[in-house]
Nanobody, 124 residues
Framework: VQLVESGGGVVQSGGSLRLSCAASGRILSAYVMAWFRQAPGKERELVAAISWNGGTTDYADSVKGRFTISRDNRENTVSLQMSSLNPEDTAVYYC??????????????????WGQGTQVTVSS
């Protein structure tokens, strides 16, 4: 599975960004898809995860109500809509995938497939 993120950039505090992750090499419909982030000097943390059919989602407490994860299995993509961004959201954001597709887990070690990451910078 190859994952490629896009949509990162620089945004002012309070602004919005939409990240996308395109997959190739295997159909993602059987996989859990997730977004992680890693800020300088900090551990990689789960931001949001979505089950294979989109029926179950999980969010970090810090982003609940501000971020929305979604997927399109026909297009083999997963997205992260981010709103009300603040400087604490600044990080490299990674798309990740794991099987089986119904188990949402937060440990990054449980995800064998990763994208290269996209930088999100929120200025105050």
């Amino acid at each position: 599975v190859q994952l490629v993120e896009s949509g990162g950039g620089v945004v002012q505090s309070g602004g919005s960004l939409r990240l996308s992750c395109a997959a190739s090499g295997r159909i993602l419909s059987a996989y859990v898809m997730a977004w992680f982030r890693q800020a300088p000097g900090k551990e990689r943390e789960l931001v949001a995860a979505i089950s294979w059919n989109g029926g179950t989602t999980d969010y970090a407490d810090s982003v609940k109500g501000r971020f929305t994860i979604s997927r399109d299995n026909r297009e083999n993509t997963v997205s992260l809509q981010m709103s009300s961004l603040n400087p604490e959201d600044t990080a490299v954001y990674y798309c990740a995938a794991r099987f089986p597709g119904h188990e949402l887990v937060s440990r990054s070690s449980e995800y064998p497939y990763w994208g290269q990451g996209t930088q999100v910078t929120v200025s105050s």
